[in-house]
């Protein structure tokens, strides 16, 4: 009996940590980047001309992100930004922003 829980508690562990390694995680880094202009959950733009992203569609931000990437969209900084991310990268950040709440921020 004594084996059996040994046997269920290691194998309990082994795929709690594949659970654990399939999350959606973004490191604090990227999101303190990202709030710098974007507001901390996307939706308080420091500019007028900086787009509002939180609660957006996460394909759009997947989609915005690349154009950046390849030079479809031309934005000196955004295209810095994007730069260095990887695709698992950009996904991430994306189903993070589409998750947060849309809000309605007007400070122009």
Known sequence: ??????????LLTVF???????????P??????CASCHGE??????????????GQKMDYIVYALKSYQNGK??????????AALSKSDIVNIAKHYSKQPAEIFTKY
């Open 1 to 10: 009996m004594k084996l059996n829980y040994t046997i269920f508690t290691f």
């Open 16 to 26: 709690s940590s594949f659970t654990f390694a399939e999350q959606d995680i973004v």
């Open 28 to 33: 604090v880094q990227v999101t303190q980047v």
């Open 41 to 54: 959950n996307g939706n308080m733009s420091i500019t007028p001309d900086t787009p509002k992203i939180g």
């Open 73 to 82: 969209r031309n934005h000196a900084i955004m295209s810095a930004m994007s």
